[in-house]
């Protein structure tokens, strides 16, 4: 099924009896595939409104992600949240939609200054399971009118509802960018030094550290004088050991940590796991010296490549986890791992309010499989 | 404005429900004398009252647990109480109710640089949480104007902005976890330190949520290194399209300032004549203030005026001091209170898209004519947060009225441009019965419903955010 407009995927969804798996371009789904009537997104799609003064672009929910990036690059303009393309990590070679990744809040390394995914999104049109047609924020940046459903929706992977249309609070693309580059740091000393540079007054937009090669690495960006100045301040304030990436060199990096390439192709499970940036050595102590692992969001945010083995040290994880304060998703190789749940176990309380809300979206239990 | 008819029979029980109270808190923490509860009878939209049947102060998340659980099993109704300066009526009681206020829950828990968070119980003033971090260098980022007095529960349950959303976020963006309690006593802990939520978002849909959901008693903010200096420019203009046209033009050349903030002819004229701020007296004043070292203040406000100039400003005055940038904000903060010195006033908060200014500021010009009440337009430029300012008397029999009618019309307008009827300050009892404007019946049947799993009995702050008559049903159950 490939409905083109709101009001078919809204019958299509009335009638229903049975599993549907919705589909964008397939390139953020994550967890077996459940099965289900496909549900082709692809069919909503295009850019309704545009206005760069307002910073705001509204479009449908299959519009390519790429045509939204370019649209908006052609205004100097851009989506705060830096979207990652997870294709190579996953290997997929589908084509990311805007609906896709609102479904996923896929936040990138800027996350730390500029907010996630759901941050920016500012309003959506979305298909409840009993077929209607809810609305819920809009197009301005400040909304509290009634109930936020739009951060409800942002990252529930389908699982509320079938997203038809999708708000984004946009941002002007800075002139330059810079990175400060360091090797040969400690997990522990690396979580300092992007603690010291994100406690600074300096807008750091990028802090991530690398295993393989211990690679510590600061972005700056903004107008030209600013980014100068302040890449200058922070080598003071860091010390010795520093290198400056050039802006091309410095996108070139930021585009790796955020796609996680360093583990495309590469065999292995892939977990992602969200800390409190400071337990990040904690974490890859848990995991063992051995598992290369990359470090964005300042720690909070690590990206571990484990052995398909036994249960991809999820028990150690998740272990730790449950002390710490945090969470793990499996990314990647479920499939070959023993009995190891993709997503996070959740707190019997707040499993028992999501199952509620899922209940009451979505009676029929037309959305079970979580997709994206 | 009406309100639900009190539960005679909870009202006639009053005595069995101090006595339940009063055996999970201490004597001074349970307020039932008809006296002292008239304390509670209002937030700031003083223009409704009712005093409640009682109010309680819980120092502990046990004690609100407590006193939920009570409540809960004796079916009475609740409203949270943060600092109780809701312009939408959010905190306003029922004569059926408990009111539950959070006073007491105001320390800091944990402060942690590193991990740059504070954690704070849900009393705190928003002021005081920047009061905890700013000696350290960092601050708490949103700043509605009732800073001073405002508490984070009250923030949350709003998802209260301020002046420098723009560039900063309001709440939600800067709200990491809290505490919660559920109407059954149920203490929750969603979200920390970490900067996602595992499953679904329910951190976003607890922030705004008007205090229906749960009682918040602790919270995990972000705290944000401060910049190294700030600095404004003052533009005036003598048409407000013009002045649109420069916002929009400042926008889409690249520079995010921190603040944008406009003032009409009116509130020019009343501030000017209230605080003394030396403003020109024109038809539209925008004042953009930027951040960072004096040598970035500098590169951008040299774009700013460049683009100010091309529209032929009246006024162009550079801060070049401390001092100066005082001043030029010194209107500007003074703006609600030289119209108090005028008339009474009724404050809105619609929100627009900011291409549609110059329409809502002609439209809203006209209805002043029509209903023959002064307005005055002061607001957040930038993300289009709008604050007419309707005078009127409140001793005039139907004046009140009057208001509130030209009230309901200027956000009917801004959700007919695509806006909305609220961009900070929330739906409470104020703007309720005009939820049906914006949105359709089963686009609130669908907020209903997540009250429905959060709250299943409806007896926590109900009678607000959405039409009475959209949940009887669910109020009587």
Redesign the interface.
């Known amino acids: 099924m490939r409905p083109t407009s709101e009001a078919e995927l809204a019958e299509i969804i009335r009638t229903a009896t049975g599993p549907l798996a919705i589909e964008g371009g397939d390139t953020r789904r994550i967890g077996p595939s459940g099965g289900g009537a496909p549900l082709d997104m692809t069919g909503l799609a295009g850019i309704s409104l545009y ?6 672009v509204v479009a449908g929910a299959g519009t390519p992600l790429a045509q939204v990036e370019a649209a908006l690059a052609a ?2 303009q851009r989506l705060p949240f830096e979207v990652p393309d997870l294709r190579g990590l996953l290997g997929r070679n589908g084509v990311s939609t805007i609906g896709g990744v609102a479904s996923a ?1 896929a ?1 990138g390394p800027r ?2 200054q500029a ?2 995914c ?2 920016s999104l500012i309003g959506i049109r979305f298909v ?1 399971g009993e077929g ?5 924020g ?15 929706l ?3 992977r389908g ?2 509802g079938v997203l038809s249309e999708v708000s984004f609070k946009v ?5 330059t960018e810079a990175t400060l580059l360091c090797r040969g740091l400690t997990p522990a000393q690396a ?2 030094a992007m ?1 010291k540079a ?4 300096f807008e750091v937009t990028g802090a991530a550290y690398e295993t393989q090669g211990t690679v510590t690495a600061l972005r700056i960006e ?2 030209e ?2 980014v100068g ?2 890449r200058a ?1 922070l080598a003071r304030l860091l010390g010795a050991g520093w290198d400056v990436l050039d802006p091309a060199a410095s996108a070139a990096h930021w585009g790796a940590v955020r796609d996680v390439s360093a583990f495309a192709g590469v065999e292995g499970a892939v977990w992602r796991i ?5 337990d990040m050595p904690a974490v890859l102590a848990a995991l063992g010296a051995d598992v290369p692992a990359i470090c964005d ?1 300042g720690g ?2 690590i990206w571990a490549l484990v052995p398909l083995a036994g249960d991809g040290k999820a028990a150690p994880l998740r272990g730790l986890l449950a002390q710490i ?3 793990a ?1 499996l990314m990647r190789g479920h499939e070959h791992l023993a009995d190891v749940p993709v ?2 176990p ?2 019997a ?3 028992a ?2 199952e ?3 209940r ?2 979505d009676p029929k239990g037309l959305f079970s499989q979580r997709s994206a | 404005m009406e309100m639900p008819i009190a539960n005679a029979a909870i009202v006639a029980g009053k005595p069995a429900i101090v006595a339940a109270l009063l055996e999970v808190l201490p004597p001074d923490a349970v307020i039932f004398d008809e006296a002292e509860v008239r304390a509670y009878e209002c937030d700031a939209l003083t223009a409704y009252r009712c005093p409640p049947l009682a109010a309680v102060l819980p120092s502990t998340t046990a004690e609100v647990s407590a006193v939920l659980k009570i409540c809960h099993r004796m079916g009475v109704p609740v409203v949270p109480r943060g600092s109780g300066t809701s312009l939408a009526g959010g905190a306003l009681p029922t004569a059926d109710c408990v009111i539950l206020g959070v006073a007491k829950l105001n320390d800091v828990l944990e402060t ?5 968070f504070i954690k704070v119980q849900s009393g705190r003033t928003n002021l005081s949480v920047t009061g905890a971090v700013e000696s350290d ?2 601050f708490y980022a949103p700043d509605p104007s009732s800073q001073l007095a405002c508490a984070i529960a009250g923030n949350i349950a ?2 209260s ?1 301020g002046a420098h ?1 723009l560039k900063y ?2 709440t ?2 800067n709200l990491l976890g809290v505490t919660i309690v559920l109407m059954d006593g ?1 203490v ?3 979200g ?14 607890i ?3 008007e205090g229906q959901l749960g009682v918040v008693t602790e919270a995990v903010l972000r705290i944000l ?4 200096g700030a600095r404004p420019v003052l533009i005036g203009y003598d048409s407000n399209e013009v002045a649109g046209e420069c ?3 400042i ?6 300032p921190v603040a944008i903030e406009f003032m009409d002819r009116p509130c020019i004229e009343a501030t000017e004549a209230f605080a003394k701020a030396g403003y020109p007296m024109c038809e539209a004043l925008l004042i953009v203030e930027v951040e ?2 004096a ?2 203040i500098d ?2 406000l040299a774009l700013i005026t460049e683009i100010a100039r091309r529209h032929n400003p009246v006024e162009l005055r550079q801060s070049q001091s401390e001092e100066e940038s005082k001043k030029i904000w010194l209107g500007r903060k003074s703006a609600f209170g030289a119209m108090g010195q005028i008339n009474d006033y009724m404050c809105l908060d619609g ?5 549609a200014l110059p329409l809502v500021l002609r439209r809203i010009g006209e209805m002043s004519k029509q209903y023959g009440l002064d307005v005055a337009n002061v607001f ?1 430029a930038g ?3 709008m604050h007419p300012l309707i005078l009127f008397d409140a001793n005039k029999p139907g004046d009140l009225e009057l208001c509130e009618a030209m009230g309901a019309d200027i956000l009917k307008l801004c959700v007919e441009v ?10 409470g009892i104020e ?1 309720r019965d005009l ?1 049906h404007v ?3 019946p ?6 209903l ?6 709250d299943p009995k409806w007896l926590l702050n109900s009678a607000k ?2 039409p009475l008559d959209v949940t009887a049903g669910r109020r009587a159950g």
């Not at chain 2, 942690?112 to 740059?116: A, G, K, L, S, V």
């Not at chain 2, 089963?442 to 907020?447: G, L, N, P, T, V």
């Open positions: 206005e760069p003064g307002a910073l705001t205004e100097g809040n936040s996350r730390i907010g996630a759901r941050d409840s209607n047609v809810i609305k819920n809009g197009r301005v940046m400040k909304n509290v009118t009634g109930y936020d459903l739009v951060k409800l942002a990252g529930a699982s509320l941002l002007p693309r800075p002139e979580a300092a603690a994100l406690g600074s007054p903004g107008m004088g600013s100045y302040r301040e969200s800390v409190k940036p400071g969001w909070g945010l304060g945090g969470h998703t997503f996070h959740e707190p309380a707040l499993a309010l999501s509620g809300l899922r009451k979206f | 942690d640089y590193d991990n740059r260098g960092f709003m998802n902005g959303c976020g309001v939600t963006n149920t929750l802990e969603i920390g330190a970490y900067l996602d939520a595992p499953g679904l978002d329910l951190l976003g849909v922030c705004g949520s290194p401060k910049p190294e916002v929009s033009d926008i889409k050349a690249g520079i995010l960072g070292s040598t970035e590169e951008q929100t627009i898209p900011v291409s957040h993300d289009g947060n695509g806006g909305c009827l609220t961009g900070e300050h929330g739906v703007k939820m914006q949105f359709e089963q686009d609130m049947e669908m907020q419903r997540v009250k429905d799993v959060f955010v959405f």
